[in-house]
């Protein structure tokens, strides 16, 4: 692993964990095992640090959703599967991409704008899942999706990320009984 993504790495977890603005350089420096100036050479500021940490995790995270879209093409319950694996791999402590939006909303346009772009694709990868007659169905069952995925991410923290998973899949499959599939 390259010092780069030891970095990326470190930073991410530790983010996670204390967010944003509760974690210091030093500590990511200290416990990546590198210099300031390694990490700024990779990373000239915090906020770049931030923005690449979120695209590396922006890249797993739909690449999970778009999994459960190829593997269950018929399936769109596939993606709370997905969830709970995500929450058993990489933590049960809430959306990282809220947690910045919530830090950051007011300090960075650029780290914002990431924010609030990944959840408009994380709608799309659920449009993609879906099979409607119209666009406006489609769009409206999506929206219904998300607000479940959304609902099992801030329940895991109180109830654990295999339960929150589980019961925002029940409650889609009722969902989409009652849309007709």
């Known amino acids: 692993m390259s010092k780069r993504d030891d970095i990326l790495n470190t930073a991410e977890r530790l983010f ?36 690449a940490v979120l695209q590396q995790r922006e890249t797993r995270f739909l690449s999970r959703l778009t999994r459960s879209a190829d593997d269950a093409r018929d399936d769109c319950l596939a993606i709370f599967d997905e969830l709970e694996q995500w929450f058993a791999q990489e933590g049960e402590k809430g959306c990282l991409f809220l947690r910045a939006l919530g830090e950051y909303s007011h300090k960075d346009a650029t780290i914002t704008e990431l924010a609030l772009t990944h959840k408009r694709r994380e709608l799309e990868c659920l449009c993609r899942q879906l099979d409607d007659d119209t666009p406006e169905r489609l769009r409206d069952r999506a929206e219904s999706l998300m607000l479940l995925l959304e609902g099992a991410v801030s329940r895991a923290p109180v109830i654990g990320g295999a339960a929150a998973a589980q019961q925002a899949r029940q409650l889609a499959a009722r969902l989409l009984a009652g849309h007709g599939g």
Request: zero cysteines; hydrophobic letters at 30%; proline letters at 6%.
């Open 16 to 51: 996670y964990r204390q967010g944003f603005h509760g974690t210091g350089i030093d500590q990511i420096v200290r416990e990546a095992g590198v210099t300031p100036r390694t990490l700024y050479r990779h990373f000239p500021s915090k906020e770049q640090l931030v923005i």
